[in-house]
């Protein structure tokens, strides 16, 4: 592979030195520029994967500098260089589309290491990029992320089967992304100008599931009113998903069966048979083979299903693209419909890595959207995270600052509190035990807020 390009940017000379003497050691080119103006320029020329800039230049700021990079090539990675404290700077670099940020005075390890985290987030962006294109440059549906190998081979199967019409079983618990993948392989099939229709075999009782998936003649049963096309009829030339097909009862599973075998249906109360042109995609979260062993599940029709399956892997065991995801997500999930992605701690990150995921990639997809709304779109820390009490001055990450507005959340929620125990307070006039019973908490609990809010003497006597 070519060497990689560093543009290092400061007006201070024996910075920029310092920081070519560094990154040259670990075998990087190294390009420099001492104001914003000649930043532009050599971006323009060289092409440098990244730029390491101080905020503060003369001629073009370090803000404007960034704005111009990011309009010249969007793929070069800036990270800026703020003095201590300036966290407006450095949330206007992030909205910018700064990478991170730096504070000064750095250390010369977190310089490396940052540098080595940027350059593995490009390779990752542009390894992924190529593998999407193989499957196909026609997924509509939203983007599968993630890069882990087990993910590798999902891409590859997909790319394989997509143009087949062999039926798929997606297997994986619940939030890994089954329903993408349904929907991956068929856009990426020959049907996907047909329709992509989906039924949830848990969603409805036993007779109105066949009744929704067969159709049904008028008066064929009480409730059936006209006629109806059910959904294998809807999804002819496209394809049918049947989610949570392990939630489909035995009779049901033998008329499934028999579709699939012959290839027709019959909607209910007629025996005209109607040829169905379809495409079966199945989903489940349950374990098949034991429900055939259990005798939940019919074994013939198991194995027609199974014939390519696909394993959606638990994110606990991929937590490698827990920092793509939550990309995606941020850009996914913006604070308002104009503004930029809210940016992320590494901290936070690291938390978000730390944890288990049972709900999967739904949830970790939840818990980001939830932080963008409490960061109000700026930088989530791990305090917009639910993961309870961090450890104290854990994450003081340096010269990163709250934005301002932080403080308002909290203030709000400490004064909701205070009302609600000093009407508690009131309505049990004044008896705590009866208040903390009222509010439904621990009489310890309340004795420690009454102390906080300076509640002692409250409600005062003779009132
Ligand atoms: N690899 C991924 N990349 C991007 N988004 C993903 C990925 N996996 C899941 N998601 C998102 O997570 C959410 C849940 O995914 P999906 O509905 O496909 O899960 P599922 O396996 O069908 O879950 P369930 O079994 O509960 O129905 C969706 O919003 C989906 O877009
Ligand atoms: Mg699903």
């Known amino acids: 592979m070519a060497q990689t390009t560093i543009l290092v940017a400061d007006d201070d000379a024996s910075i920029r030195s310092l920081l070519k003497q560094l990154l040259a050691d670990e075998g990087f080119a190294v390009l420099e520029a001492a104001t914003g103006a000649e930043v532009v320029e050599k971006v323009k020329e060289s092409v440098p994967e990244l730029v390491i800039m101080d905020i503060r230049m003369p001629e073009l700021d370090g803000i404007e500098a960034l704005s111009r990079v990011k309009t010249i090539n969007p793929r070069t990675a800036v990270l800026i260089m703020t003095a201590f404290g300036s966290s407006n700077m450095a949330i206007r670099a992030m909205e910018l589309g700064a990478f991170d940020y730096i504070t000064k005075p750095f250390e010369l390890d977190k310089i490396s290491h940052t540098v080595k985290r940027v350059l593995e987030h490009l390779a990752l962006t542009a390894e992924v990029e190529v593998l999407r294109d193989e499957i196909s440059s026609l997924v509509q549906t939203e983007r599968i992320v993630g890069n882990a190998p087990t993910m590798q081979e999902v891409y590859k199967t997909i790319g394989k089967v997509a143009k087949s019409d062999a039926t798929v079983l997606i297997t994986g618990e619940s939030g890994t992304g089954k329903e993408l993948v349904a929907e991956a392989l068929h ?277």
Request: some cysteine; overall charge neutral.
């Open 187 to 463: 856009y990426n099939s020959n049907r996907r100008s047909g329709p992509m229709v989906k039924v949830s075999c848990a969603a409805l009782p036993e007779s109105l599931l066949e009744a929704e998936l067969f159709g049904h003649e008028k008066g064929s049963f009480t409730g059936a009113m006209t006629q109806r096309r059910g959904r294998f009829e809807m999804a002819d030339k496209g394809t049918i998903f049947l989610d949570e097909i392990g939630e489909m009862t035995l009779p049901t599973q033998t008329k499934l069966l028999r579709v699939l075998q012959e290839r027709r249906i019959e909607r209910i109360g007629s025996s005209l048979p109607i040829k169905v042109d379809i495409r079966v995609v199945c989903a489940t979260n349950k374990d098949l083979q034991r429900q055939v062993e259990q005798q939940k599940f019919r074994d013939d029709l198991f194995y027609r299903l199974n014939v390519i399956n696909v394993h959606m892997p638990p994110l606990r065991d991929r937590k490698e693209d827990v920092p793509a995801l939550v990309e995606h997500f941020l850009a996914k999930h913006r604070y308002s419909a104009t503004a930029q992605p809210a940016a992320i701690s590494e901290e936070a990150l690291r938390r978000l890595m730390e944890y288990d995921w049972p709900g999967n990639v739904r949830e970790l997809e939840n818990v980001t959207e939830r932080a963008v709304v409490l960061s109000r779109g700026q930088i989530i820390t791990s305090r917009e995270l639910p993961f309870g009490d961090h450890e104290a001055g854990e994450d003081e990450d340096s010269g990163e600052e709250l934005p301002g507005d932080r403080s308002f959340f909290k203030k709000s929620v400490a004064q909701f509190e205070k009302d609600l125990i000093m009407k508690a307070l009131r309505d049990a006039t004044g008896n705590r035990s009866k208040a903390a019973e009222m509010l439904g908490i621990y009489r310890r609990l309340l004795y420690a807020k009454i102390k906080e809010y300076g509640l002692e003497g409250y409600p005062p006597k003779g009132r």
